[in-house]
């Protein structure tokens, strides 16, 4: 901020409450006033940050004066004020940090110069497993068992908590990042001391996790980024990134009586995905803004990386500022707020603003919503409720032999001849679902196998039969809902009136609650709604992400044993905001979310294949039926028990030391110093090999020769192909280490867990089952030929690369068009460095992976254009040598380096690759060998 330039002469104050705060004005600007919020956001990012070289008046311009209806090609430079964590992705990014730390002090410098430059907050969130579940001390009993699985880690963070500045960490126990973010970490307006000045400014952020966009609900412009750019950001590095296109989403009506801000989600989810709005960011403005309460906000904002957006953002407005008082936000922090959002146009006001540009609009009656799921294996997959049952089975044909059987015409149905709306109706089947009752089962159409395959099975001394679409899983879990009072008190009061009514859950149901804070629990308790829930099983298990990242812990041994030994189709519903195929958890089949009251109706229900229209829940004490309908709390009494259970003392209590922990956490024996003492014997976090042999001055570029192709990819490869996630298998390599290592099986956890050890994480690279290396024919997973052996036999990339490193072979990956599409994950750079890759040649690249590969020192090449692989006539087992790559070595960036394939026929392939070098930032990333490098040295020198 030290060096701004101030070209078009925006510095000024502002004066709030006898206090001065230093500010850069946008409204000077021609074009700035008709600017999206968020683009205006940008801008005064732009010009409090501009340093003539990576942040010049040109880009500026170019932003105050965007074309709403160009396509992006301008890029920019987005300085972030701060940044969150959680525990998975957080841990690699401070065992970057402390390494850097050991390798200031190799170069002669004061290793406690590193720090984080902007604020840098981890939440402990992703840790904790639903072991135990449906007993009053299942809190306690996970918790225990979660330090017990990752006392290394903790301990490690808790010594990143004291020795670095800037750094702080949320115990686990307390929260999920994103709720704690809206509750408390989030300003809205950051003030920060630059050069003995206060400055005000818009608070933005990244996140190492995609949901960071929750935030944008109280009108702070962030997203999940990956690992190296959370890193660089820590580290005062900007963000690459093209000024996007803005998608303007107006919003008008108000949500009818039985439909919950979760429909209103899933309903602008399925829009948006339809719509396509990938890369781009959407802004909500209309009359119906002011009626939507921050919490519906914040949940809508949580779901934009299910639609695909960069952000889903509202605007600064009195429901903000309401909001920001309730949490126990300062008076202060609130009347700044409105001052800086007034005095930038960044004030939405319900009606005057002038509207802004947008590239494109889309528009929704909230009064049209309808009370909705998503399912069985994307959140995009809106199915209205009174179409469940229909939906389910029509769905269920693909998870389930013979699941959906009707004669020819299911037949038609499977091949796609009709839509699912025309496909045949099946009935409920006759079976006991623990309510004291059988079902009233429906005759069965002519023509019709029921779908149903019942197995018998004993549960805790009750007899009961399990089948498709038995809900294995029942889940209040994720930021999404559980941050939001009104969907969270609607389903603790179904959970009263279904008790009352006389009741109860089926015994396969798996239940579970668990909250994104303490705030929850505390209303909760106020009301008095804890004993309902837990009478129907939702006690407290742990506040953290759980069943939506996959966290669920096992099923019921006994519905585990039916599901495997039967092929069973059994489901999850879950309040989440992800439910894809094998995300939930191995046994379950059909996944759906659900509002979280829809989660207790589920869990009454007992199964997908239900119509709460038509069919009961069971029979209550009377003896009567019971429908849902009779049961579901009104909106009123909802809002009124959220008035009477909530209070702002709430919030400014549970957070008043929220960064002390627990007596556990206290008591973890934890290293002192301004460098971490690594522990030998440790696998889950270890000091990676960045640094080793660093120089103070960087070596020159140098050309690529004799590289071998590790894998030759096709199209689409995305990052969860390349990065390590899931279980760990025990005959996979990072298995094979463990094992070696002395850990039991029983113990290996996941990769995420383990993001902190480069020996585990190298070793899962490339390594998706799902992978298809085009080096082999009908091989799946991670493997490729290892032409160090004569015929270049298959292995495990893992030791091929291992081999190739021993014969000193540089290596290099061919790929098709979007490489390293999906989510930002650091691991999909770092490991593809430390496996030996030099450059990726691909047909296209998904931005930010591109810029991931420039920061690990992966020069990311691109085919001529209409080239590929295939045209060239390249299969990948040619030596390559790159040539041109030392012209960096004169400050610019060529445009084309040669490439030579040579083929054991003795023929060469010759062609001139792109550079995907794309910026000065970038091209000093590499001339450094990384962005790690580059910040290490400038900091030694500084």
């Keep these: 901020m030290s060096t701004n330039r101030d070209s078009f002469g925006a510095k000024g104050t502002l004066e709030v409450g006898g206090r001065s705060y230093g500010i850069y004005r946008i409204g000077g600007l021609d074009g700035a006033a008709t600017l999206p919020y968020s ?14 070289k990576n942040i010049t008046a040109d880009h500026i311009t170019a932003l105050a004066g965007w074309d709403e209806a160009a396509e992006p090609d301008t890029e920019i430079q987005f300085t972030p004020a701060r940044v969150v964590m959680q525990d998975f992705t957080g841990v690699p990014c401070i065992v970057d940090l402390a390494t850097m730390r050991e390798a200031m002090v190799d170069l002669g410098g004061d290793p406690t110069k590193i720090n984080p430059l902007a604020p840098a907050e981890l939440v402990i969130d992703h840790s904790v497993i639903i072991d135990v579940f449906g007993r009053s001390d299942a809190f306690e009993r996970n918790v225990e068992i979660e330090y017990q699985r990752n006392g290394e880690r903790y301990q490690f963070l808790r010594w990143g908590q004291t020795a670095f500045e800037d750094f702080k960490v949320v115990p686990p126990g307390t929260g999920i990042v994103h709720q704690v973010n809206i509750e408390h970490l989030a300003r809205t307006v950051m003030t920060r001391e630059v050069g003995g000045e206060l400055l005000a400014y818009p608070d933005t952020c990244v996140g190492t996790d995609s949901h960071t966009t929750m935030v944008n609900g109280l009108g702070v412009l962030g997203w999940g980024v990956g690992g190296i750019e959370a890193e660089a950001a820590m580290l005062g590095q900007p963000v690459s990134m093209l000024i996007p296109r803005v998608v303007g ?7 009818p009586a039985g439909a ?17 709005v990938v890369g781009k960011f959407v ?28 952000c889903a953002i509202f605007p600064i407005d009195e429901v903000t500022l309401e909001y920001l008082r309730l949490t126990g936000r300062s008076d202060e922090q609130v009347a700044l707020v409105e001052a800086y959002a007034r005095e930038q146009g960044m004030w939405l006001e319900p009606s005057g603003n002038a509207e802004a540009r947008y590239s494109e609009r889309l528009e929704l009656d909230l009064s049209t919503v309808v009370p909705s799921i998503a399912g069985p294996k994307r959140p995009q997959d809106r199915i209205a409720l009174s179409g469940a049952k229909e939906q389910f089975h029509a769905d269920l044909a693909n998870y389930a032999d013979g699941g959906a059987s009707v004669q020819s015409e299911v037949d038609l149905e499977l091949a796609g001849t009709f839509p699912a709306s025309d496909a045949p109706s099946h ?7 623990g309510n004291g009752h059988p079902h009233h089962a429906e005759p069965a159409a002519p023509g019709v196998r029921r779908a149903s395959n019942p197995v018998q099975v004993t549960i805790a001394g009750e007899e009961a039969s399990v089948d498709h679409g038995h809900v294995a899983i029942a889940s209040i879990t994720s930021c999404t809902n559980t941050s939001n009072p009104s969907v969270m008190m609607a389903s603790a009061l179904l959970a009263r009136n279904a008790v009352e009514k006389g009741l109860s859950v089926p015994p396969w149901v798996k239940t579970s609650m668990a909250p994104g804070s303490k705030v929850v629990t505390g209303y909760f308790e106020k009301a008095g709604m804890w004993p309902y829930l837990e009478a129907l099983g939702f006690h407290l298990v742990g506040y953290g992400c759980t069943t939506c990242i996959g966290n669920s812990g096992p099923i019921i041994d006994e519905v585990s044993a039916a599901v495997n030994e039967n092929d069973l189709a059994v489901v999850s519903v879950l309040s989440g905001n992800r439910n894809f195929e094998g995300r939930i958890n191995p046994d379950v089949k059909m996944n759906y979310l659900a509002s979280p009251p829809l989660v207790i109706a589920y869990a009454l229900a007992g199964t997908m294949d239900f119509d709460f229209d038509t069919q009961p829940l069971g029979r209550g004490k009377d003896g009567e039926d019971v429908f849902l309908k009779e049961i579901w709390p009104s909106p009123e009494e909802v809002e009124s028990t959220i008035a009477t259970s909530i209070s702002r003392d709430m919030f400014t209590e549970d957070y008043a030391d929220v960064f002390a922990g627990d007596e556990r956490w206290q008591s973890l024996p934890t290293p002192a110093g301004d460098t971490f003492e690594w522990a030998d014997d440790s696998t889950y976090v270890r000091k990676p090999p960045y640094f080793e042999g660093m120089q103070a001055q960087p070596a020159p570029v140098e050309d690529i020769s004799g590289a071998r192709v590790l894998a030759r990819l096709g199209d689409s490869v995305t990052t969860d192909h390349i990065s390590p996630a899931g279980s760990i298998k025990a005959d996979s ?12 099986r029983k113990d290996f956890n996941s990769y995420g867990s383990r993001r902190g050890n480069h020996e585990v994480m190298i070793r899962g690279t490339f390594a998706n089952i799902r992978l298809r290396n085009q080096l082999l024919d009908g091989v799946e997973g991670g493997f490729t030929r290892d ?18 490193a021993a014969a000193d072979t540089p290596l290099v990956i061919l790929a098709g068009k979007e490489y390293g599409s ?4 650091d691991w999909a750079a770092k490991g593809t460095r430390l496996l030996g890759v030099k450059a990726v040649i691909a047909e296209s690249y998904e931005r930010i992976h591109r810029s991931n590969l420039i920061g690990m020192g992966v020069l990311p090449l691109q085919f001529p254009q209409g080239e590929t692989a295939e045209s060239l006539g390249l299969d990948g087992t040619e030596v390559f040598s790159i040539s041109g790559v030392t012209a960096l070595n004169d400050g610019g960036v060529p445009r084309t380096v040669k490439v030579t394939a040579a083929k054991e026929s003795g023929e060469s392939v010759e062609f001139d690759a792109v550079v995907r070098i794309d910026t000065p930032g970038e091209a000093d990333y590499y001339r450094n060998d990384g962005i790690l490098q580059y910040v290490l040295r400038s900091l030694v020198s500084a």
Excluded: C, W
Excluded at 260 to 276: F, K
Excluded at 787 to 804: M, S
Excluded at 822 to 825: A, K, N, P
């Design 249 to 255: 989403f107006k919003l008008s009506g108000a949500i």
């Design 787 to 804: 032409f160090t052996r004569d015929g270049g036999p298959q292995e495990t990339i893992y030791d091929a690369a291992q081999n190739y």
């Design 260 to 276: 919950t801000a979760t429909d209103v989600v899933l309903t602008i989810t399925e829009m948006l995905r339809e719509h396509g």
């Design 283 to 310: 802004e909500f403005y209309g009359d119906g803004v002011a009626q939507v309460p921050l919490a519906n906000r914040a949940t809508i904002g949580n779901m934009s990386p299910e639609f695909g957006s960069t």
């Design 822 to 825: 999906g989510s930002s994950r």
């Design 427 to 433: 009935d409920a089947r006759d079976d006991d679902h």
């Design 39 to 52: 683009l205006k956001v940008l801008l005064e990012n732009l010009l409090r940050t501009e340093d003539g």
């Design 733 to 744: 390599p990072a298995g094979h280490y463990l094992a070696e290592h002395g850990i039991d």
